[in-house]
C-alpha cells in the first residue's frame, strides 16, 4: 500500500511540475470581450529564466496582419512573430508574475501576471494598470 500510494503521490507531482512550465507550450487566445479565437502564442524561457511569448498564427481572418498601432521597433511589424508577453517569470507553483504584455490592438502595454490551471489546459492571464486589481483577464487554452 504505502508503495502504491508513493508511486501515485510522485506521478501527481511531476504533472503538476511538468504543467506549470510555460517552455516551449503553445496557446489559443481567446478575446475576452467577444469570446472569438485571435491567435496562437507560443511561449520560450530564455537564458535568465524569464518567459516571452510570441504570436504564431492569427486565427481571426478579419485580424489586423500589421500592428500599426505599436510603438518603438514594433512599430508596423507583422503581427506573426511579435513578442507579445515579455519578462514573465514563475513566482511559486503555478503563478507568474513580473511580465509586460502588449495588445497589439491598441499598441499599449501594461503589466501582467498568469496563472496555469493545476491541469495545465488553461492560462489566467491578466493585463492590468498600476496595482493588479485595474485590469482585465483572458483566459488562453493550451494546444500544445
Known sequence: MKKFAF??????????????????TQWRTVDDETGK????????KSSNGTYTATIKKLLD???????????????????????????????KGNKYDGGTILDPKSGKTYKMNAEM????KTLKVRGYIGIAALG???TWYRVK
Open 61 to 91: 481572418p478579419k485580424a489586423k496582419t500589421v500592428c500599426t498601432e505599436c510603438s518603438g521597433s514594433q512599430k508596423n511589424k507583422p503581427m506573426e512573430g511579435l513578442d507579445i508577453v515579455q519578462n514573465l517569470k514563475l513566482d
Open 7 to 24: 508511486v501515485a503521490l510522485s506521478s501527481v507531482l511531476a504533472t503538476s511540475a511538468f504543467a506549470a512550465d510555460l517552455n516551449n
Open 37 to 44: 479565437a485571435k491567435a496562437l502564442v507560443e511561449f520560450s
Open 136 to 138: 482585465r483577464n483572458q
Open 117 to 120: 490551471a493545476s491541469n495545465g
